[in-house]
T-cell receptor, first 117, second 113 residues
Framework: GAVVSQHPSRVICKSGTSVKIECRSL??????MFWYRQFPKQSLMLMAT?????????EQGVEKDKFLINHASLTLSTLTVTSAHPEDSSFYIC?????????????FGPGTRLTVL | SQKIEQNSEALNIQEGKTATLTCNYT??????LQWYRQDPGRGPVFLLL?????KEKRKERLKVTFDTTLKQSLFHITASQPADSATYLC????????????FGKGTHLIIQP
């Protein structure tokens, strides 16, 4: 099946620093990748849709200047949390849809646990 | 605004019984619903997708129904096993024209031996 990896799996950083999270589709090409955030005991919340070669589309309430998304190739999307603060501490999960069409299953990465001190 | 709700935060079922989880949606008509399994500290794993014109879908011990009148999907695990213990998430299209999903909060299923 389609495999999505994320790196790092865990990161601890100081307040004010920036953190980059990578999302890779290992055995397929993903024209569209998605970034979600999940707080403890909450549902996954879609942050943005990342399209290869174009600007990401952000959900309402998500600051595009704070959460920088780059989708440089068909197998890699990165999320950079800039000037991180403790309230940004969360579980960040990416996913990719194989066909990019509506109603297709998404393959999720294992997630990245970000802790901002 | 559109909502997906999974009313049960937790569900305890005895091994061998059928577990039934509920997902309700309001203020929109999803073209499809998806069910995922999530283990602690891991990303969700896709289980089943059912479209609005399908009443029922099966995969091994799993069964999903879609009732557009009740605005509800039911997810069944038959002959449940302790290994089925996990959080199960219901999800659907976000309605924004992309494929991004709107998720319910999930139901934490515990299968007791």
């Amino acid at each position: 099946g389609a495999v999505v990896s994320q790196h790092p799996s865990r990161v601890i950083c100081k307040s004010g620093t920036s953190v980059k999270i990578e999302c890779r589709s290992l055995d397929f090409q993903a024209t569209t990748m998605f970034w979600y955030r999940q707080f403890p005991k909450q549902s996954l919340m879609l942050m943005a849709t990342s399209n290869e070669g174009s600007k990401a589309t952000y959900e309402q309430g998500v600051e595009k200047d704070k959460f920088l998304i780059n989708h440089a190739s068909l197998t890699l999307s990165t999320l950079t949390v800039t000037s991180a603060h403790p309230e940004d501490s969360s579980f960040y999960i990416c996913s990719a849809s194989v066909f990019g069409g509506r109603g297709n299953e998404q393959f999720f990465g294992p997630g990245t646990r970000l802790t901002v001190l | 605004s559109q909502k997906i709700e999974q009313n049960s935060e937790a569900l305890n079922i005895q091994e061998g019984k059928t577990a039934t989880l509920t997902c309700n949606y309001t203020n929109y008509s999803p073209a499809y619903l998806q069910w995922y399994r999530q283990d602690p500290g891991r990303g969700p794993v896709f289980l089943l997708l059912i479209r609005e014109n399908e009443k029922e879908k099966r995969k091994e011990r799993l069964k999903v129904t879609f009732d557009t009148t009740l605005k509800q999907s039911l997810f069944h695990i038959t002959a449940s096993q302790p290994a089925d213990s996990a959080t199960y998430l219901c999800a659907s299209n976000s309605g924004g024209g992309a494929d991004g999903l709107t998720f319910g909060k999930g139901t934490h299923l515990i299968i007791q031996p």
